[in-house]
C-alpha cells in the first residue's frame, strides 16, 4: 500500500464504477472507495435499462390480452393500475440496490455518499475531506439534455418518467432516439394517446433504414402519431395539461410534454478543468484506448466518456481497466460488432454495419426476410417481423445482421456472437434451423435481394 488513502477512488457508483471498483477490491486486494450522490447502481439499475424493461413488460400485457382472443381465451375487462406498477418497480429497484450495497460491503469498497470533487491528480474532496488515492477513476455518466426554449421547464425527461404519480391521457415525446421509442411504446400500449415530435424525417438515426421503416409503420399501425420534420417552439402550462406550439401544427394540447432528446456526459463541476483533464466541446472526457484521461493518474469509463452509451459496454471498459492498472496487462476493449437493442414495441435488435455504411466500404449482398411472425397468424395482430443480413461480397463475411419483429432482442445477442466471431453466409447457410421460430429466418434466406429490390 502506498501513502495514498486507496489504491482507486472511483467518483460515480453506476454499471461501470462499481464494476472496476469491486474487481480491483476483490480480485486484486486493492483499497478502494465509491462516491456516489444518487442511489448506488446509477443510470442503468435506477433510472434506465432495468425500471425501462420492467415498464416494457408491463405494457407488453396489453398485446397479450388482446392476442390471446384469437386463441380462445375470453378475458374480461383487463385494467391496468399505474401506481401499482410504479411501486412494484420502486420494490424491485430498492432490492436491487441492496443487492449493489451487498457486493460492494463483501469486496471490501468503501461507499462514500457525497459529491466527489476532483482537487488534484491523486486527490478528491467529499463531504468537505479530502482523500488520496494512486488512481481516481471518474465513471459519472450522463444526463438528459434538453434544449432551450420556452417553457422547456415544463417538459420531464425519462428520470421523472419513471415515476408518474398516473399514467396521462395524451403524451407528447420529444425525439425520436431509443428513448423516445421505447417510452411511446410503454405509454401507448397501457392507454395513453402518444405523439412523438421528431426534427427529422424519421426515427433512430444511425439504426439501419430498413428498420427505421418497419418500426415506424408499426409505431403507426398502433396509432402513435410520428410528426417528422417539426420542431417544438414553446411549451406553455394550461389549466389542464400543457400548450405546445409547433412550426408544423399549430398547437398540440397535451396532460405531458416528455423530451428524450439525447443525454450530456456528468462533467459539470467536478472540477477536471482545474486538474487538467481535457473534454471534447460535449463535456464528454478524452481518453486514450486503455481509458486513460490526459492526466496519467486519472481514467474515466462509461458514458461520460461518450464512447458507445451503454451499460455493458461500462462494464466491459471497467474489466480492462482493471486488467490495465493491477493485472500488468494494458487491455483496450473493442468496439468493433457491439450487439445492441431498441425495446420500441415491436423491438429491434442490431449488431455490426448498417446497410448505408456497409455500402461506403464494401462491395456488398443483403439477404432480407419479412413476415407476419407465427404468433401474429392466430392472434390476427397486424405486425410484421423484419430481417436483414448484409453480406461482404468479397469474404462473403456477415458485416451486419438487423431485426425489427417480436424477440429481436433475444435472438441478435446469438447472431451478435457469430458476427462477432467472423461468420461467414456459408456459416450461417450451414447452421440448421430450430423449427418453427422466427430465428431459423436467419439462417434460411438463400436468395439475395436483386439490385432493383435494395436500391
Ligand atoms: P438518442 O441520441 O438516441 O436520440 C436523441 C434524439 O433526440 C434523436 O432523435 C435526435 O434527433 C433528437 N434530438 C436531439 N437534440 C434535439 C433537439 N434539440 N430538438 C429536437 N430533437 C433533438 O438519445 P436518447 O435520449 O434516446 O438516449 C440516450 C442514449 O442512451 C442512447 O444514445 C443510448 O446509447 C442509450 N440508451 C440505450 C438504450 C438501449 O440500449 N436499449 C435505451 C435507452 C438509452 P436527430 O436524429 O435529428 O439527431
Not at 174 to 193: M, P, Q, R, S
Amino acid at each position: 500500500m502506498s501513502d495514498y488513502d486507496y489504491d482507486l477512488i472511483t467518483i460515480g457508483g453506476g454499471s461501470g464504477g462499481v464494476r472496476a471498483s469491486r474487481f480491483a477490491a476483490q480480485r486484486h486486494g486493492k483499497k478502494v472507495a465509491v462516491i456516489e450522490n444518487m442511489r448506488i447502481g446509477g443510470t442503468c439499475v435506477m433510472r434506465g435499462c432495468v425500471p425501462k424493461k420492467l415498464l416494457v413488460y408491463a405494457a407488453h400485457f396489453a398485446h397479450d390480452f388482446e392476442d390471446a382472443e384469437g386463441y380462445g381465451w375470453q378475458l374480461g375487462d383487463n385494467t391496468h393500475d399505474w401506481p401499482t406498477l410504479i411501486a412494484k418497480k420502486d420494490a424491485e429497484l430498492n432490492r436491487l440496490e441492496d443487492i449493489y450495497h451487498r457486493l460492494l460491503r463483501e469486496a471490501g469498497v468503501d461507499e462514500i455518499t457525497g459529491t466527489g470533487k476532483v482537487t488534484g491528480p491523486h486527490s478528491v474532496e467529499v463531504n468537505g475531506k479530502t482523500l488520496t488515492a494512486e488512481h481516481i477513476l471518474v465513471a459519472t455518466g450522463g444526463w438528459p439534455h434538453l434544449p432551450d426554449l420556452p417553457g422547456i421547464e415544463h417538459a420531464i425527461t425519462s428520470n421523472e418518467a419513471l415515476d408518474l404519480p398516473d399514467l396521462p391521457k395524451h403524451v407528447v415525446i420529444v425525439g425520436g432516439g431509443y428513448i423516445a421509442v421505447e417510452f411511446a411504446g410503454i405509454f401507448h400500449a397501457l392507454g395513453a394517446e402518444v405523439h412523438i415530435i421528431i426534427r427529422a424525417d424519421n426515427i433512430l438515426r444511425g439504426f439501419d433504414q430498413t428498420m427505421r421503416d418497419a418500426l415506424r409503420v408499426e409505431l403507426e399501425n398502433q396509432g402513435i402519431k410520428v410528426h417528422s420534420e417539426c420542431t417544438v417552439r414553446s411549451i406553455e402550462k394550461t389549466k389542464s395539461g400543457y400548450s405546445l406550439r409547433l412550426d408544423q401544427v399549430d398547437m398540440m394540447e397535451t396532460d405531458l410534454v416528455m423530451y428524450a432528446t439525447g443525454r450530456k456526459p456528468n462533467t459539470v463541476n467536478i472540477g477536471l478543468e482545474d486538474v487538467g483533464v481535457e473534454m471534447d466541446k460535449n463535456g464528454a472526457i478524452i481518453v486514450d484506448e486503455y481509458s486513460k484521461t490526459s492526466v496519467d493518474s486519472i481514467y474515466s469509463i462509461g458514458d461520460v466518456t461518450d464512447r458507445v452509451q451503454l451499460t455493458p459496454v461500462a462494464l466491459a471498459e471497467g474489466m480492462a481497466l482493471v486488467r490495465t492498472l493491477y493485472e500488468g496487462k494494458p487491455t483496450s476493449m473493442s468496439y468493433e460488432n457491439i450487439p445492441s437493442a431498441v425495446f420500441s414495441t415491436p423491438p429491434i435488435g442490431s449488431v455490426g454495419l448498417i446497410e448505408e455504411d456497409a455500402r461506403r466500404d464494401h462491395d456488398i449482398e443483403i439477404y432480407q426476410s419479412s413476415f407476419k411472425p407465427m404468433k401474429h397468424t392466430l392472434s390476427g395482430r397486424n405486425e410484421r417481423s423484419v430481417m436483414k443480413l448484409i453480406v461482404d461480397k468479397a469474404t462473403d463475411k456477415i458485416l451486419g445482421a438487423h431485426m425489427m419483429g417480436l424477440d429481436a432482442p433475444e435472438i441478435l445477442q446469438g447472431i451478435g456472437i457469430a458476427v462477432k466471431a467472423g461468420a461467414t453466409k456459408a456459416d450461417f447457410d450451414a447452421t440448421i434451423g430450430i423449427h418453427p421460430t422466427a430465428g431459423e429466418e436467419f439462417v434460411t434466406m438463400r436468395e439475395p435481394l436483386r439490385p432493383s429490390e435494395d436500391g
